[in-house]
């Protein structure tokens, strides 16, 4: 996954291609109207199959939400990985970034923090690289360019079928001046490691038939479903099509027994985001206290997903208590 070096508000970390790297990363609405705004969230590097009406179902857990975007590249309708929340009460919104800014979904860690209003000095801030040596990391790369300035976001496109360096990177800075100081620094010069002189310019829009070639090329598939230690359990496979209990249609509906009384929607999200898509959680409440009544649903796109989900939580102990994690069955507590 893309790293940034800043604290700074940042964007997209998922799939950029040429025609999604020149996009503004600021909110985008006016900047007059959110001044000082402590209601609109940036999030950052959400996995790629993320839709609008998830980001909103996640960060809705929180508190009323006032609208959602989920920002997309405006040529082939693909998400860029990020998107803007935007809360109707300031407490809401800290709430979010204290509880959501740092959860695992997927092989995404997402980054929540407030929006910073759109301005003249942070927009154009990208640079595309190429002549980059193919042995060239990431890190190497941040490092040649973070002399001139806050990098926000970076990236190396690599071969879809081999993994190997394509030897052309993106840059994402903070600011312009800083993106223009490092083309003033280093086009036409040789990094440690190069043969011949790199070229470092602004990264422009290229014409959609370009823009779809480059893409259909450069992205690229996870090699992972599964992060950190679940990596080395091997998922379930050939039975999607299988009618268990459990499936609604939209997605496999997943059933959590023994929640405290104070478990709320967002500690379902942060249990089983890391496994999958998940579309929806709601935990069910008594209608007089508001308190949790012991159980909750999930739902997650996946059925491999949601098993896999279920093998690992079924059992799981969650503060005192050990929870009970099964496919929704018609016998199943009805919300």
Known sequence: METQLSNGPTCNNASNGPSTISNNCSSPVESGSIEDSKTNLIVNYLPQN????????LFGSIGEIESCKLVRDKITGQSLGYGFVNYVDPKDAEKAINTLNGLRLQTKTIKVSYARPSSASIRDANLYVS????????????????????????????????????????IRFDRRIEAEEAIKGLNGQKPPGAT?????????????KTSQALLSQLYQSP???????????????????????????????????N????????????MFGP????????????????????????TMTNYDEAAMAIASLNGYRLGDRVLQVSFKTNKTHKA
């Open 259 to 270: 929640l405290a009384p104070d478990a709320d929607e967002s500690i379902l999200w942060q």
């Open 196 to 208: 011949e002189p790199i070229t470092v310019k602004f990264a422009n829009n290229p014409s959609q």
């Open 131 to 170: 002549g980059l040596p193919k042995t060239m990391t990431q890190k190497e790369l941040e490092q040649l360019f973070s002399q001139y300035g806050r990098i926000i976001t970076s990236r190396i496109l690599v071969d879809q079928v081999t993994g190997v360096s394509r030897g052309v990177g993106f």
């Open 50 to 57: 993320m839709t609008q009406e998830e980001l909103k179902s």
């Open 275 to 298: 496994f999958g898509a998940v579309t929806n959680v709601k935990v069910i409440r008594d209608f007089n206290t508001n308190k949790c009544k012991g159980f909750g649903f999930v």
């Open 223 to 257: 090699n992972r479903r599964y992060p950190g230690p679940l990596a080395q359990i091997r998922p379930l496979t050939g039975l999607a099509g299988i009618n268990i209990p459990g499936h609604a249609g939209t997605g496999w509906c997943i059933f959590v027994y």
